[in-house]
């Protein structure tokens, strides 16, 4: 009975095609790969958002909370249609990134986390999660909110989103879209990344998933603002 009960509260899935891994050159000249995981790759993601969830600034325990919601209910098979992409640099992770498809058309942008500050490294992985499903998937619109001052001005004021009427599924603030329109204008200015990644980088990645210890998340997130004041 329970597995019968457990069949009708899995959602469907809708067939995706793959996002095709590419590589970035960050700032210091850092080569970051962003590939697509599974659901083997969550255990291993959770214990690097874990260490966020008592970060305060820039509400990075707002956004850490829920995306480990949404990495366990996606692991539990408790979300419909998710994707993540994640970042590593020599192997070890930088960042991720999450979305949702609602509909044929429509996706929904989740969230983004940056292991590494002062690098664009979160402006890059948005940009790759909108390049999936606009690209990839044959999407038109991604709808995205914001839950800080710095996700609004990396969002919708750079891309230059169109404001919606109505509730993004996160609740808070209005929501904007993002529309193949919109996207193809900004993509030459904020879309980065070469195709195909060198082998060994992508083994390099593809083999594991490296973590930093929690003193080094907390100092690569903290600490690169501090720097800057």
């Not at 009975?1 to 959602?11: F, G, K, N, Q, S």
């Not at 067939?15 to 050159?25: L, N, Q, R």
């Not at 000249?29 to 993601?45: D, E, T």
Request: charged share 30%.
């Amino acid at each position: 009975m329970d597995m019968e009960l457990e069949a009708m509260l899995r959602p469907p899935e809708t067939p995706m095609e793959p996002y095709p891994p590419k590589v970035i050159t960050l700032a210091t000249g850092a080569k970051m790969v962003v590939r697509q995981v599974n659901r083997s790759a969550v255990p291993i993601l959770l214990k690097a958002v874990r260490p966020t969830l008592d970060i305060p600034r820039d509400y990075y325990d707002v956004v850490g909370a829920r995306l480990y919601a949404e990495l366990l209910g996606w692991y539990r098979y408790r979300v419909r249609d998710e994707f993540c992409l994640i970042g590593q640099v020599n192997g070890y992770l930088t960042g991720i990134v999450n979305s949702r498809l609602y509909s044929p058309r429509t996706c929904i942008s989740l969230h983004t986390l940056s292991l590494e500050r002062g690098l664009r490294i979160g402006a890059h992985l948005f940009a790759a999660k909108m390049e999936y499903p606009l690209e990839y998937l044959g999407i038109e619109e991604v709808l995205i909110t914001a839950e800080s001052p710095i996700g609004f001005r990396r969002w919708m004021i750079e891309y230059g989103l169109e404001p919606r009427e109505g509730q993004h599924e996160l609740g808070g603030a209005d929501y904007f879209g993002l529309t193949r329109e919109i996207y193809f204008k900004s993509k030459d200015r904020l879309v980065a990344g070469e195709r195909p990644v060198p082998p060994d980088l992508l083994e390099e990645a593809e083999a594991e998933i490296k973590l930093r210890d929690t003193g080094e998340i907390r100092e690569k997130i903290v600490g690169a603002k501090e720097e800057r004041r």
